[in-house]
C-alpha cells in the first residue's frame, strides 16, 4: 500500500495537546518539527482543525485576508489534513509529520450563516522548529483507507475497539473523512433519505479526518464502537457539486 513501507520507531512521536471551542484554539506557540501527534479535546461544537503550512513568508495576517468565498487554498497555504471532532467533551487523535516553518490551525466549518469558524477567530498561529527528534515515526496503521475519487476502500474490516487508521489520498483533488455512527438498526439508505428530506440527520458524530489534500496521508486512532456508519465527503469540486453528490459515502460495519 503507499505510504506503509514498515518503518520501526525507536522514539515515540511528540504528542500536542489543543483545545477546541466557539470559536477558538487553544495551542502552543512553538512545537518541534517531526511526526506529530495532536491531540484534540472538543469543549463545544463541531469542528475541524485543519493544519496548513504558510509558505514565503506569508503569515497569519495573509490567511485572513485570503476572501471567504475562496474556492481553495492559494499556493503558498499548504494544508496538510487534521483532525475533526466528534461529540463535546470527546477527544480527536490525528497524526502527520512536520517540517520546520510557520504554520496555521484553522477551522472552515461553518453554521447557519455561512461564516466559517475562521473568519470568528478560531484560528491560530504557530511555529515549527527543527531539526526533528532523531529516529521518530509515526508507529505502523492498522489499517490502511485509500482515499480515491469517490470512494474510501479499508485494507481490512474494522472491528470494535481502538484503531489507527491511515488515509493516504490518491485522488486528484482534496477530500475529507466525516464518520457518523448510526442508530441501531438504521442504515446509509436512511441517513441519506434524511439528508434528501433535508430533515435531521440521524445518529453522533463520530469525527473523522478533514482537508486532506492530494498525495497526503494523516493518521487517526480512536475508539470505535460496534454499530454501523457512515463515512462521507461534502468537499464541493471544480463543478460546484459536493463529492457526496457524486456518491463519495460508504457504510463502514464495525462487528
Known sequence: MVGCAPRPATTPVQVVEITAGDFFFRAPDTVHAGWTEFRLTNAGGRHVMAVARLDSGRTLADVLAVPDTASASPAWMVDLGGPVTGDSNGIAIAALELTPGRYVLYCYFGGDDHIPHYAKGMVKEFLVTGPAVADAAAPEPGIVVTVTDYDFQLSRPLTPGRH????????????????TLLPAGMHQDDWMKARAAKAPRPGRNFGGIGGLPQHRQIDMTADFPAGDYVWYCVFVGADGRSHLDHGMIKEVHVE
Do not use: A, D, K
Request: hydrophobic share 40%.
Open 164 to 179: 489507527t487508521l491511515r488515509f493516504v489520498n490518491t485522488s486528484t483533488q482534496g477530500h475529507e473523512i466525516i464518520m
